[in-house]
């Protein structure tokens, strides 16, 4: 869409360009030079995940990215078990496979396991597949 | 017309507590030392007693963009190691005797600054001089560390590029609330802003959020007082010296009127026709 418009109106303003990475930058900056912030945030966030379905904690990443024109919190979380029935039933999809799937991946100690994706694949490139939208390709 | 070294500095009323400010931006070549001779002599025209410090060890300037390199034979190291006093090694100069240098050591290195000693000779010069303005070397390391500890309040000089505003977020974030940084944007270039190809003030600060204390647009002039060793601001007329004695009176408290309130794109042209005075 943007990419239409760029075509439309011609190339944007090099400024407007300079403001967006700027912007970008400089958040991912903030975050690197606010190390116990993120700690904090990756706690908080780990518990509020938690609350729902039984994790692997020592397991868990989160890290930031930037992509095309966002700063995006990446976060592979393996799920043990899902403990509670339909602890928080809000809507979200958390099929029973996938946790048992996870079990089974962070079972292996070799694998640094992908189990389930939270937010966006970090690896893809593509990247912009919107959150959850690949259950399964872990494997 | 003013006799050199041997003048001794005022030594007397120790009671004076001058404000010691120094001149910052992280990123090198954005205009900093000319910033600091400018303002020197901005403040000096009104009146103020100045000291400026090169703290810029090894790579010393200030005092050839002041005209003064054939008059230092002393430096900062000199004083701060003891072996000479600082009224022998200050440079009055030529054209305001109110306003004094401290030049840098030119063939010494930075970490060979005693932060600690550093810190009491600004103490000391502030109570001789209404000011003491310190250029910053570039960087974030020791030498910005001693440039910094005898300041209590901060001017960051930011050109509208990507890098430096970077590095004045950085700076900024490494110095913190205590020296209340405000905001210089050097070398801004209306007719760029225009087109939409260069940052504007109001693009810089929308990410740094300091207060604006001015602007100085990207002039000619300025590289040919440069090369001549006469800071554009000691000239009577002229939009950019009007701009720097506008920041020198925003730094001495007056009320300069609105050139740094936040302004739409589209007003930016007034304001900084407004900030330049009447001289277009």
Same mark, same amino acid.
Do not use: W
């Given at each position: 869409m943007?990419?239409?418009?760029?075509?439309?109106?011609?190339?944007?303003?090099?400024?407007?360009?300079?403001?967006?990475?700027?912007?970008l930058?400089?958040?991912?900056?903030h975050?690197s030079?606010?190390?116990?912030?993120? !700690?904090?945030?990756?706690?908080?966030?780990?518990?509020?995940? %938690?609350?729902?379905?039984?994790?692997?904690?020592?397991?868990?990443?989160?890290?930031?990215?930037?992509?095309?024109?966002?700063?995006?919190?990446?976060?592979?979380?393996?799920?043990l078990?899902?403990?509670?029935?339909?602890?928080?039933g809000? #809507?979200?999809?958390?099929?029973e496979? !996938?946790?048992?799937?996870?079990?089974?991946? =962070?079972?292996?100690?070799?694998?640094?396991?992908?189990?389930?994706r939270?937010?966006r694949?970090?690896?893809a490139?593509a +990247?912009?597949?919107p959150?959850?939208?690949?259950?399964?390709?872990?494997g | 017309?003013?006799?050199?070294?041997?003048?001794?500095?005022?030594?007397?009323?120790? $009671?004076?507590?001058?404000?010691?400010?120094?001149?910052?931006?992280?990123?090198g &070549?954005? &205009?900093?030392?000319?910033?600091t001779?400018?303002l &020197?002599?901005?403040? %000096? %025209?009104r009146?103020?007693?100045?000291?400026?410090?090169?703290?810029?060890?090894?790579?010393?300037?200030?005092d050839?963009?002041l005209?003064?390199?054939?008059?230092v034979?002393?430096?900062?190291?000199?004083?701060?190691? @003891?072996?000479?006093?600082?009224?022998?090694?200050?440079?009055?100069?030529?054209?305001?005797?109110?306003?004094?240098?401290?030049a840098?050591?030119?063939?010494?290195?930075?970490?060979?600054?005693?932060?600690?000693?550093?810190?009491?000779?600004?103490?000391?010069?502030?109570?001789?001089?209404?000011?003491?303005?310190i250029?910053?070397?570039?960087?974030?390391?020791?030498?910005?560390?001693?440039?910094?500890? @005898?300041?209590?309040?901060a001017?960051?000089?930011?050109?509208?590029?990507v890098?430096?505003?970077?590095?004045?977020?950085?700076?900024v @974030?490494?110095? #913190?609330?205590?020296?209340?940084?405000?905001?210089?944007?050097?070398r801004?270039?209306?007719a760029?802003?225009?087109?939409?190809?260069?940052?504007?003030?109001?693009?810089?600060?929308?990410?740094?959020?300091?207060?604006?204390?001015?602007?100085?647009?990207?002039?000619?002039?300025?590289?040919? =007082?440069?090369?001549?060793?006469?800071?554009?601001?000691?000239?009577?007329? #002229?939009?950019?010296?009007?701009?720097?004695?506008?920041? +020198? $009176?925003?730094? $001495?408290?007056?009320?300069?009127?609105?050139?740094?309130?936040?302004?739409?794109e589209?007003?930016?042209?007034?304001?900084?026709?407004?900030?330049? #005075?009447? %001289?277009?």
């Amino acid at each position: 869409m943007i990419e239409f418009f760029r075509k439309l109106f011609g190339p944007t303003n090099s400024s407007q360009t300079a403001k967006e990475r700027l912007r970008l930058v400089l958040m991912t900056d903030h975050l690197s030079l606010a190390p116990d912030m993120i !700690e904090q945030m990756k706690r908080d966030f780990i518990d509020v995940i %938690a609350k729902y379905v039984e994790v692997d904690r020592d397991k868990i990443e989160i890290n930031f990215e930037q992509q095309d024109k966002a700063l995006a919190m990446l976060a592979n979380v393996p799920i043990l078990a899902v403990n509670r029935n339909g602890g928080g039933g809000d #809507g979200k999809k958390r099929e029973e496979p !996938e946790a048992v799937e996870a079990a089974a991946a =962070t079972g292996s100690p070799a694998t640094p396991a992908l189990p389930r994706r939270r937010r966006r694949k970090k690896s893809a490139p593509a +990247a912009v597949a919107p959150s959850n939208a690949s259950p399964a390709p872990a494997g | 017309m003013h006799e050199v070294q041997p003048e001794p500095v005022p030594t007397a009323q120790p $009671a004076k507590r001058g404000r010691a400010i120094v001149i910052t931006s992280g990123k090198g &070549g954005v &205009g900093k030392t000319t910033t600091t001779a400018n303002l &020197g002599h901005a403040l %000096a %025209a009104r009146g103020c007693s100045v000291a400026l410090i090169d703290a810029d060890v090894g790579l010393r300037n200030l005092d050839i963009v002041l005209g003064l390199e054939s008059r230092v034979k002393h430096n900062l190291l000199d004083v701060l190691d @003891g072996t000479v006093e600082l009224d022998d090694a200050i440079v009055r100069d030529k054209h305001n005797a109110s306003l004094v240098l401290l030049a840098a050591a030119q063939t010494r290195e930075k970490d060979e600054v005693d932060t600690e000693k550093m810190k009491a000779l600004v103490e000391r010069m502030r109570e001789h001089y209404d000011y003491v303005i310190i250029d910053c070397p570039a960087g974030i390391e020791g030498g910005f560390k001693n440039a910094v500890v @005898g300041a209590d309040e901060a001017i960051v000089v930011c050109t509208p590029e990507v890098s430096a505003v970077r590095d004045v977020d950085r700076v900024v @974030g490494l110095l #913190g609330n205590k020296f209340r940084p405000q905001l210089i944007v050097n070398r801004l270039r209306p007719a760029l802003v225009k087109k939409g190809k260069m940052l504007s003030v109001e693009d810089v600060n929308a990410i740094l959020r300091l207060p604006l204390l001015g602007v100085i647009a990207d002039e000619p002039e300025i590289i040919v =007082t440069t090369n001549r060793g006469e800071p554009i601001a000691l000239r009577k007329d #002229g939009a950019t010296a009007a701009a720097y004695h506008a920041i +020198a $009176a925003k730094i $001495a408290g007056e009320d300069v009127a609105a050139p740094t309130v936040e302004i739409k794109e589209t007003g930016f042209f007034g304001r900084l026709g407004a900030m330049f #005075g009447g %001289a277009k």
